[in-house]
């Protein structure tokens, strides 16, 4: 479960002291997803940002099954992030110099080896109809193909919370469709907690949850 209490995230600038999350409460359970819309510049990112371990809010707090990963050393956050998070971006950040199975493995090699890694990367893959193409590089695939890499890189660890920011933005409607869809069917059968933020209505549309971004404040 992610229990969401108070969430604020505050920047103090030369200027200005700048409230960009403001008292965020929500809570979700193991499979159930939520999307999250709101205009440029209304938080949404920060959200995630602060809900994955990336940066440390204000005030408030965040819990994923019980757990502050604020609470933790460094070290500890870093190895949090990395076993129970997933995050699929934007762009898809795939190394070009590595093929689409060894960006998968990626988040595995850290830590201790997991030798199961490999052959559930492979499953993976052919869940996103990448099977034939685990050889290949991101320059040889689509855009739609490498957020589809980007997805299965994302679940290799069978995180407990996915977090995608925008993650049909740099996508064309009909591969955004495929790959709203890929993001629903994957999250039913892994039963994690998933928030997607987008600017788009209609892959908002694909998720039993909707809510809104305005002035920082989340409106369910």
């Given at each position: 479960?992610?229990?969401?209490?108070?969430?604020?995230?505050?920047?103090?600038?030369?200027?200005?002291?700048?409230?960009?999350?403001?008292?965020?409460?929500?809570?979700?359970?193991?499979?159930?997803?939520?999307?999250?819309?709101?205009?440029?510049?209304?938080?949404?990112?920060?959200?995630?940002?602060?809900?994955?371990?990336?940066?440390?809010?204000?005030?408030?707090?965040?819990?994923?099954?019980?757990?502050?990963?604020?609470?933790l050393t460094a070290d500890g956050l870093a190895a949090f992030r990395n076993l129970q998070i997933g995050f699929v971006f934007q762009d898809h950040c795939l190394l070009p110099q590595c093929t689409v199975l060894e960006n998968v493995l990626l988040p595995t090699l850290v830590g201790t080896r997991d030798e199961t890694a490999e052959m559930r990367a492979r499953e993976l893959?052919?869940?996103?109809?990448?099977?034939?193409?685990?050889?290949?590089?991101?320059?040889?695939?689509?855009?739609?193909?490498?957020?589809?890499?980007?997805?299965?890189?994302?679940?290799?660890?069978?995180?407990?919370?996915?977090?995608?920011?925008?993650?049909?933005?740099?996508?064309?409607?009909?591969?955004?469709?495929?790959?709203?869809?890929?993001?629903?069917?994957?999250?039913?059968?892994?039963?994690?907690?998933?928030?997607?933020?987008?600017?788009?209505?209609?892959?908002?549309?694909?998720?039993?949850?909707?809510?809104?971004?305005?002035?920082?404040?989340?409106?369910?």
């Amino acid at each position: 479960m992610l229990d969401v209490v108070g969430l604020g995230v505050t920047y103090t600038t030369a200027a200005a002291v700048l409230r960009i999350i403001d008292g965020v409460n929500f809570s979700l359970r193991a499979g159930e997803a939520a999307a999250v819309t709101g205009p440029s510049g209304s938080g949404k990112s920060t959200l995630l940002y602060a809900l994955g371990g990336l940066e440390a809010p204000t005030d408030g707090t965040v819990r994923l099954n019980g757990q502050n990963p604020y609470e933790l050393t460094a070290d500890g956050l870093a190895a949090f992030r990395n076993l129970q998070i997933g995050f699929v971006f934007q762009d898809h950040c795939l190394l070009p110099q590595c093929t689409v199975l060894e960006n998968v493995l990626l988040p595995t090699l850290v830590g201790t080896r997991d030798e199961t890694a490999e052959m559930r990367a492979r499953e993976l893959l052919t869940q996103v109809g990448l099977g034939a193409r685990i050889a290949h590089r991101p320059a040889q695939l689509s855009g739609g193909e490498r957020q589809r890499a980007a997805i299965a890189r994302a679940l290799i660890r069978e995180p407990r919370l996915v977090l995608c920011d925008e993650p049909t933005g740099n996508l064309d409607r009909d591969t955004a469709d495929t790959v709203g869809e890929l993001l629903q069917m994957l999250h039913e059968r892994q039963q994690s907690v998933m928030l997607v933020v987008t600017h788009s209505e209609r892959l908002a549309a694909r998720f039993e949850r909707q809510w809104r971004i305005e002035r920082g404040r989340l409106v369910t």
